[in-house]
T-cell receptor, first 113, second 110 residues
Framework: DGGITQSPKYLFRKEGQNVTLSCEQNLNHDAMYWYRQDPGQGLRLIYYSQIVNDFQKGDIAEGYSVSREKKESFPLTVTSAQKNPTAFYLC????????????FGPGTRLTVT | GESVGLHLPTLSVQEGDNSIINCAYSNSASDYFIWYKQESGKGPQFIIDIRSNMDKRQGQRVTVLLNKTVKHLSLQIAATQPGDSAVYFCAERGYEKLTFGTGTRLTIIP
């Protein structure tokens, strides 16, 4: 999947627990993104990062947090404040935020009960 | 014959026929558009792109058409195969990010 790995593929958590989703890329891309996908819907941007130690909120950042301590890694934490965390989460990267093409990872399906 | 989707969420096409998937975009200032293919349980994969100064671009078995007057984008897939079954998304590039459409599910009938 274009040099982007996400783990695990399936994740189950109890309500009230924070959970961290992993995203690693070996494409030497500066920009990384997190999207959420719900059944029958398109991708919605959660957070994105243009460069190490910098990130911006996307359209639906509430209840999520990220860090970008290394160029290769952009983990996403789904906190207990996120009201509807069950979804398919996709990580992507691109050469720069203005670059045309984003490469996507295989996704993590999170189920919170 | 051909099946034309008019912003429908699903499209069924006979194997070997041509498919046309449509997309309406919202931002007239968008300068770049991409089509992605997403198979079940996987991340989206790039298919083809087009800049706003073009009307048409062709790839292998795929063609993208852009009509800026009505803010409409279409993806044509020639001689559809079973492996073309997937959800297809269009995306438009805005400031620092892409905005995705809701997608169209293409089903190939054997």
């Amino acid at each position: 999947d274009g040099g982007i790995t996400q783990s695990p593929k399936y994740l189950f958590r109890k309500e009230g627990q924070n959970v961290t989703l992993s995203c690693e890329q070996n494409l030497n891309h500066d920009a990384m993104y997190w999207y959420r996908q719900d059944p029958g819907q398109g991708l919605r941007l959660i957070y994105y990062s243009q460069i190490v130690n910098d990130f911006q909120k996307g359209d639906i950042a509430e209840g999520y947090s990220v860090s970008r301590e290394k160029k290769e890694s952009f983990p996403l934490t789904v906190t207990s404040a996120q009201k509807n965390p069950t979804a398919f989460y996709l990580c992507a990267s691109s050469l720069q935020t203005g670059s045309y093409e984003q490469y996507f990872g295989p996704g993590t399906r999170l189920t919170v009960t | 014959g051909e099946s034309v989707g008019l912003h429908l969420p699903t499209l069924s096409v006979q194997e070997g026929d041509n498919s046309i998937i449509n997309c309406a975009y919202s931002n007239s200032a968008s300068d770049y558009f991409i089509w992605y293919k997403q198979e079940s349980g996987k991340g989206p994969q790039f298919i083809i792109d087009i800049r706003s100064n073009m009307d048409k671009r062709q790839g292998q078995r795929v063609t993208v058409l852009l009509n800026k007057t009505v803010k409409h984008l279409s993806l044509q897939i020639a001689a559809t195969q079973p492996g073309d079954s997937a959800v297809y998304f269009c995306a438009e590039r805005g400031y620092e990010k892409l905005t995705f459409g809701t997608g169209t599910r293409l089903t190939i009938i054997p």
